[in-house]
């Protein structure tokens, strides 16, 4: 545990160091994002964030590769430096439409490669935690893990639209999907406590967490579609290492959690990325649009129309995704009645929280979206 925390703090460390020089780069290079009508942003901010935790997360890579603890991931397998090198490649992508607004067919063709790539050096859903394990064939393996990256980076890139919104909540998401990482690889192995799904979920809280003292309110940078498509790729990357790679039966807890808990954990770390993006595209798709053309009805576009304010909407995307989170992995330590009583209390104070009542009977309830920028 000490070494997985000791990267985090590198990851944190270097893209916290790094991220000033990668704002100068970004005003130097014209990596500027304008003030559009669906953003709530009232000033002109530098992106490219993303090259800033790219650092972070290669600085504290190689420094696991040499690391006697972690060293034979990197010298019995290949995929952590496919990793590595389809999480350059989508950040890189991303840098470019930080820079020049590349069409979407273009971004989405170098986010296929990226995901190609992962599933050619084996990183790969080879099986899937269903009525014990299900084996799927070479062609199923590759669609679905391709699907699986891409939408991961899309959701991510489709959540980031507040100030600290997507860096907050992949660092509490991840949190959760490194306990449960780590957790499944002290059950297997009393000696051997290395795991690539735990790394990479490490160095990417990190990352995370170095960048937000640069986003929060008021943002300083955003991180762009370099950072989002980052997050997303490594983020998928760590759920491909372990889904298929779990036997239920080690799982604790009720049948249904240990069953299905491998597939259940990602989407609940993903949860509000991942509802942001399938509304998005039901809506698009619904008024003949393409699924790729921004509007403003993303979640957080509908908390400020209930009146909150950027700060508030940020809490609350956070807090949703905390109690999903957290309430997924209490089956694992807790008993079922606990359980439930935790998903009961936790719903009522996130959809109170959303809400809020009170916000109603004092007349703040704004009805659009022209709210100052915190």
């Known amino acids: 545990m000490r070494i997985y925390l000791f990267l985090l703090l590198l990851a944190a460390a270097v893209t916290f160091l790094v991220t000033p020089g990668v704002r100068l780069l970004a005003r130097r290079a014209g990596a500027m994002t304008a003030v559009r009508d669906r953003d709530v942003h009232d000033a002109v901010t530098p992106r490219l964030g993303g090259l800033a935790m790219l650092t972070g997360v290669l600085c504290a890579m190689l420094v696991a590769s040499n690391i006697p603890f972690l060293e034979g991931l990197f010298r019995d397998s290949r995929q952590p430096w496919a990793i590595l090198a389809a999480g350059s490649l989508v950040c890189l992508l991303g840098a470019a439409d930080d820079r020049w607004d590349l069409d979407w067919v273009t971004k989405l063709a170098g986010q296929v490669l990226a995901a190609v790539l992962l599933a050619w050096q084996g990183v790969s859903l080879v099986t899937l935690p269903i009525n014990g394990v299900t084996v799927l064939s070479g062609r199923t393996a590759l669609i679905l893990t391709v699907l699986v990256v ?105 049948d249904f959690f240990g069953q299905f808990l491998p597939i259940l954990l990602p989407i609940g770390v993903m949860v509000i990325p991942f ?32 009146g909150h304010t950027k700060f508030a909407a940020v809490l609350i995307m956070y807090t949703w995704t905390v109690v999903i989170s957290v309430g997924l992995l209490l089956p694992l330590v807790l008993p079922m009645r606990t359980v439930y009583i935790f998903w009961m209390i936790g719903l009522m104070f996130a959809v109170l929280l959303t809400f809020d009542p009170l916000r109603w009977r004092t007349g703040r309830h704004r009805k659009d979206l022209d709210v100052p920028s915190a």
């Open 150 to 254: 891409v939408v991961s980076m899309n959701a991510v890139n489709f959540v980031d639209g507040l100030d600290g919104l997507a860096a907050g909540v992949m660092a509490i998401g991840g949190s959760a999907f490194f306990v449960y990482a780590y957790t499944l690889t002290r059950s297997a192995s009393a000696t051997d406590y290395s795991s690539l799904a735990a790394l990479l979920t490490a160095v990417m809280i990190g990352a995370c967490l170095g960048f937000l003292p640069h986003n929060l309110t008021r943002a300083r940078i955003f991180m762009g579609d370099s950072g989002s498509m980052l997050l997303g790729l490594l983020l998928a990357a760590s759920t491909i290492a372990v889904t298929g790679q779990v036997d239920p039966g080690r799982l604790t807890g009720a």
């Open 275 to 306: 509802l942001d993006f399938a509304l998005a595209v039901v809506r698009r798709i619904g008024s003949g649009r393409s699924p790729f053309q921004a509007d403003k009805a993303h979640l957080h576009h509908r908390l400020l129309s209930l």
